[in-house]
């Protein structure tokens, strides 16, 4: 049909257009007719849902924080025992150790 069209536009055989074009044009005025009713749809269905998701979103109820008293945590011990060769000067190792320590852990000479 689009040959035929093409065809009698640039003036090759004489067809009578009447005749071919009716049943495409209906072909496309219904696809279109189709598209738009499906195309709404799709429109509001999209709209429906953000607005359900908005409702669902403000019915969630928020997260509230709790303060809970100070626990007191009992410290710990760890004995350790620093034994090096002859020669070794196992102060200067303990000092550089306390140097190296996190805050609270306190290292203790017996």
Do not use: K, N
């Not at 640039?10 to 009578?16: D, E, K, M, P, Y």
């Not at 209906?26 to 359900?52: F, I, P």
Request: charged share 15%; glycine share 8%.
């Amino acid at each position: 049909t689009l040959f035929r069209l093409i065809d009698t536009l640039l003036g090759g055989g004489v067809t009578a257009l009447g005749s071919d074009l009716p049943i495409p044009v209906a072909v496309v005025a219904v696809a279109a007719a189709v598209a738009a009713y499906h195309g709404r749809l799709v429109v509001r269905d999209l709209r429906l849902a953000s607005a359900e998701q908005r409702t669902v979103l403000a019915q969630v109820p928020t997260a509230h924080t709790v303060e809970t008293p100070a626990v007191a945590v009992p410290s710990t011990t760890l004995e350790l025992v620093l034994r090096g060769q002859g020669g070794e000067d196992l102060e200067a190792v303990a000092a550089s150790l306390r140097e190296h320590l996190p805050p609270g852990v306190v290292l203790e000479s017996a």
